[in-house]
């Protein structure tokens, strides 16, 4: 197996392998705050976000945002077969969920089961040109009803059971998006070790921005920051299908892709894109004409207004369970957050 270059690969392949859903984080949080703990103070709080910090305690901060959470299922009803019905949990396409393994993490243990769906031989012929639906798709984890509901609560949340793995040189899973931005925050921080730091630098696992970005909300408000990053993925636009008319030119391997539009800050990302010339940082920009669909809508709207930018990762097959990053963009994100927070001054005019 190749190796991904410039990544801690233990900690993001662990990030990876654990089911974090939406509302149901604890298990990628776990992983992450253990690893924080290795060299920065650390805090929770009762939402899911878990915290990281650096630099002095009473200083201005700083908020690097990437959320823990990935989509996932929510277990509604148990059928008299014992087939289990399912919403949910963030936005899928059914079509990827057709004949894939979940893990349901079932009170008692985890449970592995299998979607099912009408085999075409059974359809009818105008059936077959249908897209599925999740209302026509179920969960059969081989239980009788009564064991289904004795050991299936409705309310049980599942998660594709699709580990990382490298293929070529690319990293691929489920829950890249946007565990890897949970991670490159976490890295960053740790990056800015040694650094005597003007501002207290709080790197946050966020919950649940796949149905609401509000765990960015609820810990903006509690840190308070002058100025925030949020971490996440974008297209990968060498794909087929992905326009560059639309989402920017962002290929493998160009770097940290930079948002630009009105809730973005212009004033930081003036100050990214020259921390990343001096020091030869690739990066690419994107263009959003209204909200950016990360967690910085909310981070940007908490209090009196965060100034907040948006750094992406290129991913290809977002929200599927075979998500595709590559680790020269993973390890560019890392170097223009932390050259950005080495170059800032003690008391940055925001202003627009």
Not at 269 to 277: G, V
């Amino acid at each position: 197996m190749s190796q991904p270059q410039h990544i801690h690969q233990a900690f993001l392949f662990a990030l990876l392998s654990e089911a974090a859903p939406s509302g149901s984080e604890r298990r990628a949080a776990d992983v992450w705050k253990k690893e924080a703990a290795s060299f920065a103070r650390v805090s929770e709080d009762h939402y899911g976000n878990v915290y990281a910090e650096l630099g002095p305690e009473g200083a201005p901060v700083i908020a690097l945002m990437g959320h823990l959470d990935e989509i996932g299922l929510i277990v509604s009803h148990v059928g008299d077969e014992g087939f289990l019905s399912v919403l949910g949990v963030g936005g899928w396409d059914p079509q990827v969920l057709v004949g894939q393994r979940i893990r349901l993490l079932a009170p008692g243990g985890d449970l592995l089961g299998v979607i099912g769906k009408k085999a075409i031989h059974v359809m009818e012929p105008e059936d077959r040109k249908n897209a599925s639906k999740i209302e026509d798709l179920w969960i059969d984890v081989g239980l009788s009803k009564e064991d289904a509901q004795a050991r299936i609560p409705v309310g049980t949340y599942g998660v594709i059971e699709q580990g990382p793995i490298m293929v070529g040189d690319k990293i691929v899973s489920r829950a890249l998006d946007n565990r890897v931005g949970a991670y490159i925050v976490l890295e960053a921080l740790r990056a800015l070790q040694g650094t005597e730091l003007k501002h207290r630098v709080v790197a946050v696992g966020t919950s649940q921005e796949e149905i609401g970005v509000f765990g960015a909300q609820i810990s903006g408000y509690r840190l308070d920051p002058v100025a925030g990053v949020a971490v996440d993925v974008t297209h990968e636009t060498r794909q087929p299908g992905v326009s560059e008319k639309k989402y920017g030119v962002v290929p493998f391997g160009s770097g940290a892709n930079l948002a630009v539009g009105p809730m973005t800050s212009p004033v930081i990302l003036r100050q990214m894109t020259a921390a990343a010339q001096a020091q030869n940082i690739p990066y690419t920009l994107s263009a959003s004409g209204r909200y950016t669909g990360t967690d910085a809508d909310a981070l940007s709207l908490v209090r009196a207004g965060v100034p907040t930018a948006v750094v992406s990762i290129p991913n290809r097959y977002m929200h599927s369970p075979s998500e595709m990053v590559d680790a020269r963009d993973v390890k560019a994100c890392v170097d223009i957050i932390a050259a950005w927070i080495r170059a800032l001054e003690a008391e940055p005019d925001f202003t627009r």
